[in-house]
T-cell receptor
Framework: AQSVSQHNHHVILSEAASLELGCNYSYGGTVNLFWYVQYPGQHLQLLLKYFSGDPLVKGIKGFEAEFIKSKFSFNLRKPSVQWSDTAEYFCAASLNTGGFKTIFGAGTRLFVKA | DGGITQSPKYLFRKEGQNVTLSCEQNLNHDAMYWYRQDPGQGLRLIYYSQIVNDFQKGDIAEGYSVSREKKESFPLTVTSAQKNPTAFYLC?????????????FGEGSWLTVV
């Protein structure tokens, strides 16, 4: 079955700690991969995306993600988190099933302690 | 400004009643989606449409119906058959022919069944 799995549902970090959020997808065909972020009280916005080329992609606010095809993974990283990174993070995969169907993971709630 | 408009933002419904959520986009996107967001479950795909007059069921289509008579509009009807309709509903659109196929979201509609 087609799915996106996020390994951590809740993460609590102190400021300046490093962050890595895991994401794996289950699909054998062509995929585009995304991380979206939802800050408290705001709607979803794109953090970064991968669709071709360099598997290491950089997004806004110092975030980056690496696509590892052999592991079906697209983990999100940030070397040093800030209190303002407190949000919910969603990994998504856009699957080429003849058209494009985008499915999301369950989300990871990140809380950064000041 | 280009974007996705969902209405109403808040809606209360009595059990046994159908309700229709509106979604309009002026981004000239071919693809449109409806997701349901529940705490701890991320975004689950209800229905999606790649082109006018065509749509496909997502992962949780039971109890919902949609239509796509115009490119700009993709209304979602929550029927009385939906067992647990109280949720936050997100409409989205994308341009699949563009590399990356980024999804853009509306601000959402809160539906409460009383």
């Amino acid at each position: 079955a087609q799915s996106v799995s996020q390994h951590n549902h809740h993460v609590i970090l102190s400021e300046a700690a490093s962050l890595e959020l895991g994401c794996n997808y289950s699909y054998g065909g062509t995929v585009n991969l995304f991380w979206y972020v939802q800050y408290p009280g705001q709607h979803l916005q794109l953090l970064l995306k991968y669709f071709s080329g360099d598997p290491l992609v950089k997004g806004i606010k110092g975030f980056e993600a690496e696509f590892i095809k052999s592991k079906f993974s697209f983990n999100l990283r940030k070397p040093s988190v800030q209190w303002s990174d407190t949000a919910e993070y969603f990994c998504a995969a856009s699957l080429n099933t003849g058209g494009f169907k985008t499915i999301f993971g369950a989300g990871t709630r990140l809380f950064v302690k000041a | 400004d280009g974007g996705i408009t969902q209405s109403p933002k808040y809606l209360f419904r009595k059990e046994g009643q159908n309700v229709t959520l509106s979604c309009e986009q002026n981004l000239n996107h071919d693809a449109m989606y409806w997701y349901r967001q529940d705490p701890g479950q991320g975004l689950r795909l209800i229905y999606y449409s790649q082109i006018v007059n065509d749509f496909q069921k997502g992962d949780i289509a039971e109890g919902y119906s949609v239509s796509r008579e115009k490119k700009e509009s993709f209304p979602l009807t929550v029927t009385s058959a939906q067992k647990n309709p109280t949720a936050f509903y997100l409409c989205a659109s994308s341009a699949p022919e563009q590399p990356g196929n980024t999804i853009y979201f509306g601000e959402g509609s809160w539906l409460t069944v009383v």
